[in-house]
């Protein structure tokens, strides 16, 4: 793998293991309705646990990180949306929207764009902390949203960021939305009478890295009727091949192609995974990193990819 991509893969790595557009035409808001919705339930306690209220919805957001800004867009505040990160790459709307910097934002960037309110993220809160106290000495409302594993507490921050925001009811009709296609999932899924075993795969060789207890992908393989290879171990994994030929797994999953076009080839071609069930039958297959790892409503669409990646027979119309 080329350098330039390997790095893209740690800078990814780093931010896993620390942890629908604008308003509708003639459906705009008046500043007395603004108020009243804000009142009726802005005042939301954030991952440092303090309170936070806006005095009306915000008209001028910034998100710093991915996950938060796809959350934005579901809700229909695309066009509130004033500013994102260099790593914000959908919708394919951010393209067009200011940029703020990575891991270390642009303090001096953030106020000239004049926010209403600042969707931080539990995550960088400690190594930001100095950037944001900066934004609230400006008089900034900054929101930690906070960091999850789980998909029910995903739930949760969509409904706060909604409270926030004045869009309570489109959070709640999100939620319903993500339970009920989950819900259809593993009901397709239930029918399957011999558990496959899964080998998930988030950094290339050498330095191997999987997903145990208390990940999102986890819960993923579960909720699918599937059996996670590295299940009987905890959080990010540290693995050694051959720990995963002892495994057997029936199916490989990779998270990396966006970076390595070779990924499956490189998988397939290593000493001693020639006699992997997964090798020998062809069932390596790379699922969208976003979809799986990012804190918003597309992780149905990270379940659905791995169910279709694990089961193709059920999904094979």
Known sequence: MKKYSRLLIILLLSVIFTAACGNEPGKEKTDDQKQETVEEGSKVKDALGDDISLESA?????????????ILYELGLGEEVVGVTDFDNYPKEVANKEKIGGMEFNVEKIISLDPDLVLAHESTAVSAKDGLDQLRDA??????????????????????????????????ELVSSMKDDL????????????????????????????????TFINEMLELINAENAMGDQEGWIAVNQEEIIAKNPDVILTTYGYYDDKAKDSVASRD???????????QIVDVDSDLVTRTGPRLVEGVEEIAKSVYPEIFAE
Do not use: M
Not at 58 to 70: K, Q
Not at 185 to 210: F, G
Not at 272 to 282: F, H, L, P, R, Y
């Open 58 to 70: 915000p008209e001028r957001i910034i998100s710093l990180i991915p996950s938060n800004t796809e």
């Open 139 to 172: 008089g900034i409302k900054v929101f930690v949203v906070r960091d999850t594993q789980k998909i029910a507490e995903v739930y949760t921050i969509i409904e706060n960021i909604g409270k926030l925001t004045g869009k309570t009811e489109e959070a709640e």
């Open 183 to 214: 819900a259809e999932l593993k009901s397709k899924t239930e029918q399957v009478k011999q558990k496959k075993n899964v080998y998930v795969e988030v950094s290339p060789a050498p330095e191997l890295y999987s997903p145990g207890q208390n």
């Open 272 to 282: 001693g995974w020639q006699d992997i069930t997964a090798v020998k039958e062809g």
